[in-house]
């Protein structure tokens, strides 16, 4: 088994939810979390807050790490798969996608030691 991160996109929202909707939405994610882990394909996640910083060449620090893009990223999971299909599959009902976000999957390297 190969081990995945579907990273979760999406737009950031002017609007903030009531603590009921985001009691609902943590419930959504924890449902479709909790699939995969029955499927013995989990392996950890974490969201991201709204705080950050970009740090680039030449100790460049600029506002971030939202500032040049609409779109922001919300957290990921990382997963054990055969492969990329069986990760896209895997990505199947996560709640992102619901609210016209979208998720990245990418393979996660493993280096010798």
């Not at 882990?37 to 506002?63: C, H, P, S, W, Y």
């Amino acid at each position: 088994m190969k081990e995945f991160m579907m990273i979760f996109r999406s737009e950031e929202r002017v609007e903030r939810p009531t603590p009921e909707q985001m009691q609902a939405q943590v419930k959504v994610w924890q449902d479709w979390i909790g699939g995969i882990a029955a499927q013995g394909k989990f392996v950890g996640t974490n969201a991201l807050g709204m705080e950050g910083k970009v740090v680039r060449a030449n100790n460049i620090v600029t506002d971030g790490p939202y500032m040049e893009v609409k779109e922001m990223v919300g957290g990921y999971i990382i997963v054990k798969a055969a492969d990329i299909d069986e990760a896209i599959k895997l990505s199947e009902g996560c709640p992102t996608l619901g609210y016209g976000g979208s998720v990245e999957i990418r393979d996660v390297m493993v280096f010798e030691q």
